[in-house]
């Protein structure tokens, strides 16, 4: 079992930025897949950055630029500049097996959900 646990989040002006962290309970090597998702009420989670295990990141069309997602051992970050109200949600800490599982919402274990606002 991978507990997965977030900090950071909070509120910020559009333009603003933001640092989200997350800890897994276990070394990266067994955690393939790691990255964030975000949801609004009424709407399903969404793929937001992956970062493979020794690979560059991968995003979502609508933070590619403006977020950067990293990762160091069992540790993963998501750092969201010039932030939109859009970006509004509660963001979710998820690790998988695979890159394209974890883009697909085949998710092995998540987090509990930090809120990020972004007041305009």
């Known amino acids: 079992q991978v507990q997965l646990a977030e900090s950071g989040g909070g509120t910020a002006q559009a333009g603003g930025s933001l640092r989200l962290s997350c800890a897994a309970s276990?070394?990266?090597?067994?955690?393939?897949?790691m990255g964030w998702f975000r949801q609004t009420p009424g709407q399903e989670r969404e793929f937001v950055a992956a970062?493979?295990?020794?690979?560059s990141p991968v995003y979502a069309d609508s933070v590619k630029g403006r977020f950067i997602a990293s990762r160091d051992d069992s540790m993963v970050y998501l750092r969201m500049n010039n932030l939109e109200p859009d970006d509004t949600a509660v963001y979710y800490c998820?690790?998988?097996?695979?890159?394209?599982?974890?883009?697909?919402?085949?998710?092995?274990?998540w987090g509990q959900g930090t809120q990020v606002t972004v007041s305009s």
């Open positions: 998820a690790s998988a097996a695979t890159l394209s599982g974890f883009q697909s919402g085949r998710v092995n274990y």
């Open positions: 276990v070394p990266s090597a067994h955690t393939y897949a």
């Open positions: 970062v493979p295990y020794s690979s």
